[in-house]
């Protein structure tokens, strides 16, 4: 019997596991360009980190978290996102207590949630995002909001929509909520068993229903702006003039309140409708919050991060193109084909030398005609093909076939290693970045800035940058 992936779970594979791991590669480079350090906390967590890090309000903790008790009987979740069992892996371990704050990190991996499945919608899904903890001032959330907006920018997704909104200090938030209170008082009984229990847990939820006719009557709702203290408002413009001055454009929404409760002042989101019209809803989202470090028993200090949803991203960036839908799982440098039997144990030791210099190179395991092994050299997106038969093990030679020019040359087996670095090297010559070599959409930037620079070139060049380091041009950085 056929056992299948369980629902809302994806399998992903081939072209499209290379494309998530492009995005994640780019994502990483800039957090680390920010000087946001890794962490990687475990998958699962004692479910109380979550019940008291993201809220009881929250649907997250009410209704979607995988809790099970292990054989010990410990209440034990699989993370339904990141930011609770980030703050307590930073208390647990000390990381707070030092002078240099805030303490920046970002991490990767998968999240769980049980929502219904849909589009963009999943119950295992993957995150990368970023905390900055220990830093209160606009100038942090300006960099987190600023980091999030150039990852996008780079990955290729140019119009954004970022909505801000302010969701004020807790005294702010206290006035707020008995204002919901008040208005929502009357209207309960006709509102969805969800709203009802949000009244009494946290009025704010209300704003998020998602049903039809609950959204009619938050219309009218009081407007939290109108109870933001002086200090939040100031701190908010401040972050708003910041992001106008830089140019990066966002849309202030004050229906946004996001769906975990632990945010305070700023909170912000992700939104791109594809080219294709596709809406896989938030791409991404974030928030300050400042109680959650005390709330695992830490210093009193608030912190600010993003995640965005990688299904989400990789899903438009394919609609849209930008990252082509037939890149191959693996990126082949050489496919190494023997000519009948006895050619096989050397074709396996000359794809051990080549990957000994650090190339792919993979070998044809089947005895089948040559024009078949060519197909799947081509099927594989390989650059070269390496034809060794027993005439060319006699004669001490290979036979090196350029895929793409189709042009074949003939080397002495003692001149092959150089061979292939010098084709190779030819191959990746404006760039070491290897995006290069064959689709040139890969949405790594390199092509634009390798475009405008002269450096390569030689001549018009002052830079050093071909001795490496001292390079101010910017090539070097997108090379890597
Ligand atoms: P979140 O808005 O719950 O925030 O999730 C972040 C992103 O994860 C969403 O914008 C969306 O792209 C993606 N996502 C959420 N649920 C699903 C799903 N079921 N299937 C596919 N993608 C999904 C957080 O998780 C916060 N921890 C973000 C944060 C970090 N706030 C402060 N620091």
């Known amino acids: 019997?056929?056992?299948?992936?369980?629902?809302?779970?994806?399998?992903?594979?081939?072209?499209?596991?290379?494309?998530?791991?492009?995005?994640?590669?780019?994502?990483?480079?800039?957090?680390?360009?920010?000087?946001?350090?890794?962490?990687?906390?475990?998958?699962?967590?004692?479910?109380?980190?979550?019940?008291?890090?993201?809220?009881?309000?929250?649907?997250?903790?009410?209704?979607?978290?995988?809790?099970?008790?292990?054989?010990?009987?410990?209440?034990?979740?699989?993370?339904?996102?990141?930011?609770?069992?980030?703050?307590?892996?930073?208390?647990?371990?000390?990381?707070?207590?030092?002078?240099?704050?805030?303490?920046?990190?970002?991490?990767?991996?998968?999240?769980?949630?049980?929502?219904?499945?849909?589009?963009?919608?999943?119950?295992?899904?993957?995150?990368?995002?970023?905390?900055?903890?220990?830093?209160?001032?606009?100038?942090?959330?300006?960099?987190?909001?600023?980091?999030?907006?150039?990852?996008?920018?780079?990955?290729?997704?140019?119009?954004?929509?970022?909505?801000?909104?302010?969701?004020?200090?807790?005294?702010?938030?206290?006035?707020?909520?008995?204002?919901?209170?008040?208005?929502?008082?009357?209207?309960?009984?006709?509102?969805?068993?969800?709203?009802?229990?949000?009244?009494?847990?946290?009025?704010?939820?209300?704003?998020?229903?998602?049903?039809?006719?609950?959204?009619?009557?938050?219309?009218?709702?009081?407007?939290?702006?109108?109870?933001?203290?002086?200090?939040?408002?100031?701190?908010?413009?401040?972050?708003?003039?910041?992001?106008?001055?830089?140019?990066?454009?966002?849309?202030?929404?004050?229906?946004?309140v996001r769906g975990l409760d632990y945010y305070s002042e700023t909170v912000f989101e992700f939104h791109y409708t594809s080219g294709k019209g596709n809406d896989y809803g938030a791409i991404g989202g974030g928030g300050r919050y400042d109680k959650l470090v005390k709330e695992f028993g830490g210093p009193e200090l608030s912190g600010i991060g993003f995640s965005f949803g990688i299904e989400r991203v990789v899903s438009i960036l394919r609609d849209d193109e930008i990252i082509p839908s037939d890149i191959p799982g693996v990126d082949l440098a050489f496919y190494v084909i023997p000519v009948g039997e006895k050619a096989q144990f050397t074709a396996h030791a000359i794809a051990t030398n080549i990957r000994l210099l650090g190339y792919s190179a993979d070998v044809c395991f089947d005895d089948i005609k040559l024009a078949a092994m060519f197909k799947r050299a081509d099927k594989k997106g390989a650059k070269y093909a390496i034809i060794i038969g027993e005439e060319e093990i006699n004669n001490h030679k290979v036979i090196i076939k350029n895929l793409a020019t189709k042009e074949q040359i003939e080397v002495d087996q003692e001149d092959f290693e150089n061979k292939i670095v010098e084709l190779m090297e030819e191959h990746s010559h404006d760039c070491s970045c290897g995006c290069h070599d064959d689709h040139g959409d890969c949405g790594c930037e390199c092509h634009d800035d390798h475009e405008e620079c002269d450096c390569c070139e030689g001549e018009d060049c002052d830079c050093d940058c071909h001795d490496g380091e001292e390079c101010s041009c910017g090539c070097h950085e997108e090379k890597k």
């Open 1 to 256: 019997m056929e056992i299948n992936n369980v629902k809302g779970t994806h399998d992903i594979f081939g072209g499209e596991a290379s494309a998530y791991s492009q995005v994640e590669a780019i994502m990483k480079n800039i957090a680390e360009l920010f000087a946001f350090m890794e962490v990687r906390p475990p998958v699962i967590e004692h479910s109380e980190v979550f019940v008291r890090g993201v809220g009881e309000s929250s649907d997250v903790v009410r209704k979607e978290m995988y809790t099970f008790l292990d054989k010990g009987n410990r209440s034990l979740t699989l993370r339904p996102e990141f930011t609770a069992g980030i703050i307590r892996l930073m208390v647990q371990n000390k990381l707070l207590i030092t002078n240099e704050l805030p303490l920046k990190v970002y991490y990767d991996g998968p999240v769980f949630r049980y929502e219904r499945p849909q589009l963009g919608r999943y119950r295992q899904f993957n995150q990368f995002g970023v905390e900055a903890v220990g830093n209160n001032s606009p100038l942090c959330d300006l960099e987190v909001i600023l980091l999030a907006y150039t990852i996008l920018t780079s990955l290729g997704l140019e119009n954004v929509t970022i909505k801000i909104n302010n969701l004020g200090d807790e005294n702010s938030r206290v006035a707020y909520r008995q204002a919901l209170r008040d208005y929502f008082k009357d209207l309960l009984p006709k509102m969805c068993p969800d709203c009802q229990s949000r009244y009494e847990l946290n009025p704010l939820r209300i704003l998020d229903c998602k049903v039809p006719e609950d959204q009619k009557l938050v219309k009218d709702a009081p407007k939290l702006s109108a109870y933001l203290s002086e200090a939040s408002k100031k701190r908010f413009e401040t972050i708003t003039s910041y992001l106008t001055s830089l140019g990066i454009p966002f849309e202030l929404d004050d229906n946004l």
